[in-house]
């Protein structure tokens, strides 16, 4: 079966700091991967997608990135965290005979 | 352009009553998807349906049903004799030929014992 990780679970960072936070999934070849914020009390906001090694489509201009450096990892970074940047942060992935999205439990950031 | 509104914020019942969370969506698409995902307070969203644009058949799950409309643009989500374990954040969403898949804002549901 497939699963989907996200970590770390919380982080708590200084405005300025760099952020990596990483997704993997499981079970699983050549996945569409998604990432996602939800602010406090909102909706989902889509960052970047991906449908391959490398391959990065960017939604939102911010100071956030993606790659893609393997098949089933998908990795969200910044060089210099602002406090906007708190949320809770969703990886997802479709599944290959279907296009629902699953999504992984989250990284709920809070930047000070 | 395509969009997804959900109009009811917040909805609180008491327990056993029948709750209706509303989805209205637009697109030029003839092809597309929707869907419902439940976030509960642990915030994971949980995959509930996925219906095809072709498709209009009213699907029941348990307690759950969905009422799609292509008439209307809606795909309406029904859960009968609410329970506390329903309490969550209910999302709507839409996906067509692209990869990219837009979300409405959320209902939150609160059942009250």
Sequence with gaps: ?112 | AQKVTQAQTEISVVEKEDVTLDCVYETRDTTYYLFWYKQPPSGELVFLIRRNSFDEQNEISGRYSWNFQKSTSSFNFTITASQVVDSAVYFCALASGTYKYIFGTGTRLKVLA
């Design chain 1, 1 to 112: 079966s497939q699963t989907i990780h996200q970590w770390p679970a919380t982080l708590v960072q200084p405005v300025g700091s760099p952020l990596s936070l990483e997704c993997t999934v499981e079970g699983t070849s050549n996945p569409n991967l998604y990432w996602y914020r939800q602010a406090a009390g909102r909706g989902l906001q889509l960052l970047f997608y991906s449908v391959g090694i490398g391959q990065i489509s960017s939604e939102v201009p911010q100071n956030l990135s993606a790659s893609r450096p393997q098949d089933r990892q998908f990795i969200l970074s910044s060089k210099k965290l602002l406090l906007s940047d708190s949320g809770f942060y969703l990886c997802a992935w479709i599944r290959g005979d279907g296009n629902e999205q699953f999504f992984g439990p989250g990284t709920r950031l809070t930047v000070l």
